[in-house]
């Protein structure tokens, strides 16, 4: 794992424990709650491993909370400028999706965050991980086929699509690689 991987999984595994130990759970209660393993969650929150966007989200929504905040949580440390070099950027493993967080952090229920999508890369997301959120999608550029529940969105470049309730997604690439804005508010 590069030096910059290492710092970003480093900071989401001290978010985990911090979070862990606000409710005071131990890792067996996160592990049940999550469905992820105590060793995996132990290997997470110690930097050990760079975790996948799926277990995340599924650690995320035990924590009555998106990835994004999760995410966010764990690598801005406050300010009304986030300049470029300062937005952290997570990348899956498994998939290769970078996702750049552009929103400074402060009291507004708004988050920006850019997404990257490689060609052919699928990434489906439970309707647990919308739970708490309202977003859009912005096409920037490349195709994307956005299933929603049983409905499949085909997006071209300057597409816009607001998401309706809560339901299972997936984001999937199927040419070029797709390049997104997602516009979400919490609450």
């Known amino acids: 794992m590069d030096d910059i991987a290492n710092d970003i999984s480093s900071t ?15 890792l067996a209660e996160l592990a049940e709650r999550s469905g992820v393993s105590k060793a995996m969650l132990s290997t997470i929150e110690r930097g050990m491993t760079s975790p996948t966007a799926a277990l995340l989200v599924r650690i995320a929504a035990a924590f009555g909370m998106t990835l994004s905040t999760l995410i966010a ?10 300049r470029e070099a300062d937005q952290p950027v997570w990348r899956d493993p498994d998939t290769g999706y970078v996702r750049r967080h552009l929103s400074p952090a402060s009291d507004m229920p708004l988050e920006l965050i850019k997404v990257h ?6 990434v489906s997301l439970p309707a647990a991980s919308y739970a708490f959120i309202k ?7 490349g195709r994307l086929d956005f299933t929603e529940g049983d409905a499949v969105h085909s997006l071209g470049p300057g597409d816009c699509l607001a998401l309706g309730a809560p339901s299972d997604c997936t984001f999937y690439a199927p040419e070029a690689g797709a390049d997104y804005l997602v516009a979400l508010v919490r609450g």
Do not use: K, M, N, V
Not at 12 to 26: L, N, P, T
Not at 117 to 122: D, N, V
């Open 12 to 26: 989401i595994g001290r978010r985990i424990h911090a979070e862990r130990g606000i409710r005071d759970w131990s």
């Open 73 to 82: 949580r764990a690598e801005l440390q406050g300010g009304g400028l986030l």
């Open 117 to 122: 999508l490689p060609a052919g890369a699928r």
């Open 135 to 141: 977003q859009q999608i912005w096409l920037i550029s």
